[in-house]
């Protein structure tokens, strides 16, 4: 049984009007190339220079009219969309959330967990943090899970979604550019994909916020296809055979000695 996938990037500017155009014309591309499934990057539809209150000024609430207009999306189109949003959260501040849509429906709401509190950035400043929520949605039979940029430095949230069933990692990101930030990237999605024997779909914004270099890895590491610095897509047909060869060459899942506990604050 094979999927076929898609990962989009471009720079998500201040106009919610002009974002969702470029995401309906990235979405006939993929459609156009055979994607059922598609990744958009983190922060999708508005996203300013800075994490300021243009982010909660633009929230809405999931009910709200950039959803539906995703939601309406997938079903025209006829595939699962993921998709990073600023989603209200009251009191001036937001969630930063991705969320899934198939046939025009919202199937799978995932909120950051880790802000990215890191580099200099304080996202915290705007954004709270949700308790870890291991979300993982079908699509087509593959299990796919839900993880955010920053999310990534965290192996074990990687981990839980996979024990939750997820055999594809989805990443939509807006990963800050900076020193060795292209080499963190690459380094952590490659390391994600082999630790756990999953497919990576990994879908980042372009410059400025982030660094382009969305790219779809297998289980074994390796690029299926990679996008580059500029706005566009990269699309790769993802197979179960491969993913049960690699499992059985590679069992690292089932050779596991530590148990993972949770933490609460
Ligand atoms: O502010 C914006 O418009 C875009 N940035 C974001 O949306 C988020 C939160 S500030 N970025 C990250 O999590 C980057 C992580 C990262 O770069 C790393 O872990 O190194």
Redesign the pocket.
Known sequence: MTLTVAVAQYAPGEDKAVNLSTIAELLAQAVERGAELVILP??AVF?????DDR?VDSAEPLQGPTVARLAALSAEHGLTLVA?VNEAAGRGRIH?ALVALQGGQLVAVYR?AH??D??G?R?SDR?LAADPQATVLDVNGYGVGLQ??????FPESSRALVDAGAELLAVP????P?PL?EF??NTLLRARAIENTVYVLAAD?TPP??IGNSIILDPMGVALAAAGEAPGLAVARLERARLAQVREINPALKARRYRVVPRSE
């Open positions: 983190e922060f996203a300013a220079s800075a994490m982010f990073g930063n950051k802000l990215y890191a580099f950035y996202e954004v955010t940029c920053y999310d990534l430095r990101a807006a990963w800050a900076g930030k963190h990237w914004q916020a982030g």
